[in-house]
């Protein structure tokens, strides 16, 4: 069986993001960039679906721009067999990106494609259901558990209520959340392994993908600031100050 | 004119707060119909909940055994269905909305635009990226339908209408597929006040150090009428359940009251209470950073604080 798993590259969760002074961005010059921490949560479940002997082949796929091969490295050098690099210099829009891995899906027929819910760059939280709903497979988000049995998963999803088993027929996308597993540190033979396993770069415009970008972003802004409040020394001045505030 | 569907978010036989926090969002576009739909397998009683929602054009029920669960996989086809005489379709940024509305998106071949926390006007949406440390604003064209999450903290619940809206059963042709199937739903307790709503929420942190001593904010909870919630180290470290998590990839809360204790305060959790009326910061660390946001703050140990605050309330 062969796993795709989706591998964004994201700036890194403990930098401070900077919106630039003319709202068009976000400062990155810099900015250290990483995997998106969903999809090396995908990534780890992928290799020890295959350690478990679930899986044989585990690709994973970025759309991103060309200096974006380091990161593949990095996917490869955590465990994945292949690498699949569709390259464009435009950061694409869910709609678009789910597009392109449908694209993917269709060349390397995998019976699961595991994904992070979100990224935390944009936090949209929609590419693995939009390309469910295009390849018209189920999907199963903010997983938790997985457990393959033959052509069924059982997946275990954080929901708001708690936690919800579904099981989907494969093939099916699947969406991870954070408490799935912890991903492996890569190891220093694992680097210099990597640099001998295929990597394929696909150029973007070559996949006939129509695009789904239809909104424009306008501007971004920084978000109002809570402004620092008041230290109390004891509780009976924080029951005071609540009171008078009359939350008590 | 903007005419809206919203999607019901319902369990158990009621209406979730989050689709009267859609209704607001809806009517902050100057929406000129707001209708919503209710997928179930007995609609009716949570229907008749959705009409009262002041702004509410019409309520239309979609009653099938296969809507019992809300699995995205077989709601989105009949939405999508539903959608044509539509120019907007909004769901609720909840675990339930983030999973069905972008498969409704997808099938109607739309983007969508997530966690809306303003609309300037039908087309013009602010929203939170970067675990809220950026707002993004983007236009989406006015021949395309929109989709989009609201971002529940972000708006007020609307409340009852002077009149109640009427009640169809809308027909639609969509093929269910079978090839995703319910298993079961361990949920949390319900004889607390819920996360996302509640006025009031006490939370906890890493500095717990057990479950067993996690236990001790609940007395602190039910003194105050409070939600708990838990920071996601806590939750990590197996001291409270995942649907206590609160923070960019957790719940989002905007309670009157929010209550850190043991909570360093990372961005990733902070994104989650800025909507807060009052946030009070309990921590050992006086340099810890949830202290540059906190309106009131306690430098102490949680051992100490938690038990002379149940006592003074």
Known sequence: MKILVGYKRVVDFNVRIQVKPDGSGVVTEGVKLSPNPFDDIALEEALRLREKGVATDVVVATIAPADAQAHLRNGLAMGANRAIHVVTDKAVQPLTAARTLLKLIEKEQPQIVLLGKQAIDDDANQTGQMLAALWGRPQATFASKIEVNGNVACVTREVDAGLETIEVELPAVITVDLRLNEPRFIKLPDIMKAKSKPLETVPFDSLGVESGDHHKVVKLTAPSKRSKGTIVKDVPELVAALKAKGLL | ?313
């Open chain 2, 1 to 313: 004119m903007a005419k809206v569907l919203i999607v019901a978010e319902h369990a158990h036989g009621k209406l979730n707060p989050s689709t009267a926090k859609c209704v607001s969002c809806a009517k902050q576009m100057a929406a000129g119909a707001i209708d919503i739909v209710v997928l179930a397998d007995a609609p009716d009683a949570i229907a008749a909940e959705a009409a009262k929602l002041d702004g509410v054009s019409r309520v239309r029920t979609i009653a099938n055994p296969a809507n019992a669960h809300a699995l995205a996989a077989a709601l989105a086809p009949q939405i999508a269905a539903l959608a044509g005489e539509y120019t907007h379709v909004l769901g609720p940024s909840t675990t339930f909305g983030k999973d069905v509305m972008p498969r409704i998106a997808a099938l109607l071949g739309e983007g969508q635009v997530s966690d809306v926390m303003k609309a300037h006007d039908a087309h013009t949406f602010d929203r939170p990226i970067y675990a809220g440390n950026a707002i993004q604003t983007v236009e989406t064209p006015k021949e395309r339908k929109v989709v989009a999450t609201v971002r529940t903290a972000s708006y007020p619940a609307a409340g009852a209408g002077a009149a109640t809206a009427p009640v169809e059963a809308a027909s639609v042709s969509a093929a269910l597929p079978g090839h995703t199937r319910f298993v079961e739903l361990k949920e949390g307790r319900s004889d607390r006040p819920d996360l996302q709503s509640a006025a009031r929420v006490v939370s906890g942190g890493r500095a717990f150090g057990s479950a067993e001593n996690f236990q001790q904010l609940y007395r602190l909870a039910d003194k105050l009428g409070a939600a708990v919630g838990a920071s996601r180290a806590a939750v990590d470290a197996g001291y409270a359940p995942n649907e206590l998590q609160v923070g960019q990839t957790g719940k989002i809360v905007a309670p009157e009251l929010y209550i850190a204790i043991g909570i360093s305060g990372a961005i990733q959790h902070l994104t989650g209470i800025k909507d807060a009326g009052t946030i009070v910061a309990i921590n050992k660390d006086g340099e810890a950073p949830i202290f540059e946001i906190a309106d009131i703050g306690l430098v102490g140990d949680w051992t100490k604080v938690l038990p002379e605050l149940e006592q003074a309330l």
